[in-house]
């Protein structure tokens, strides 16, 4: 007979779902949209995004054009019917607060997104927009494997291919290189 202590109770057993949904939401293993196995609570379903043009949404959503153009609206347009805070959240606080500080030039900043994103190894999608990005900025194709290579020493040779592979999908794209 197993003890008690090795049985987790039922608020045990609701944290631990609601962790493993949140990880799968967190990896984007799980597609949101119309997911029925997901709590009501944390569906979008009816809401909107809060559109008030206050000084940082208007800062943020010129500097996402300026730096991601049609890209960054997409991804934007992508979360108002599942996560319209998070749309809103995306180009108030990166956009709006961080890319308009003076700190460093927007071609630094995208250095330093791609070099994140691409040793991070899990967020390809992201990756593809800020290597769009970089290109918009100033980043050359070169510079852009360049950073990939270095992440290489430091995030290995897996999230380094991921990037590559990112990098190839936004050249091709781009007709910087054909498929």
Same mark, same amino acid.
């Given at each position: 007979?197993?003890?008690?202590?090795?049985?987790?109770?039922?608020?045990?057993r609701?944290?631990?779902?609601?962790s493993?949904?949140?990880?799968?939401i967190?990896?984007? *293993?799980?597609?949101?949209?119309?997911?029925?196995?997901l709590?009501?609570?944390?569906?979008?379903?009816?809401q909107t995004?809060n559109?008030?043009?206050?000084?940082?949404?208007v800062?943020?959503w010129?500097?996402?054009?300026?730096?991601?153009?049609?890209?960054?609206e997409?991804?934007?347009?992508?979360?108002?019917?599942?996560?319209?805070?998070?749309?809103? *959240?995306?180009?108030?606080?990166?956009?709006?607060?961080?890319?308009?500080?003076?700190?460093?030039?927007?071609?630094?900043?995208?250095? &330093?997104?791609?070099?994140?994103?691409?040793?991070?190894?899990?967020?390809?999608?992201?990756?593809r927009v800020?290597?769009?990005?970089?290109?918009?900025?100033?980043c050359?194709p070169?510079?852009?494997?360049e950073?990939?290579?270095?992440?290489?020493? *430091?995030?290995?040779?897996?999230?380094?291919?991921? &990037?590559?592979?990112?990098?190839?999908?936004?050249?091709?794209?781009?007709?910087?290189?054909?498929?």
């Amino acid at each position: 007979m197993q003890s008690r202590q090795n049985q987790p109770d039922e608020s045990k057993r609701e944290f631990l779902q609601s962790s493993l949904v949140l990880a799968t939401i967190s990896f984007g *293993y799980l597609v949101l949209d119309g997911c029925s196995s997901l709590p009501y609570s944390i569906r979008a379903k009816g809401q909107t995004m809060n559109t008030e043009r206050n000084e940082r949404f208007v800062r943020g959503w010129d500097k996402l054009k300026e730096i991601d153009g049609e890209a960054g609206e997409k991804v934007i347009e992508s979360l108002k019917n599942i996560a319209p805070d998070l749309a809103r *959240y995306t180009i108030e606080y990166p956009f709006g607060d961080i890319y308009s500080r003076q700190g460093l030039d927007l071609k630094s900043r995208e250095i &330093a997104t791609v070099a994140a994103l691409s040793a991070m190894g899990n967020a390809e999608p992201q990756l593809r927009v800020h290597i769009n990005a970089a290109l918009n900025v100033g980043c050359t194709p070169e510079e852009i494997i360049e950073i990939i290579i270095q992440m290489s020493v *430091y995030a290995g040779f897996p999230a380094a291919l991921n &990037a590559a592979s990112a990098a190839k999908m936004v050249f091709v794209e781009r007709g910087i290189i054909s498929a």
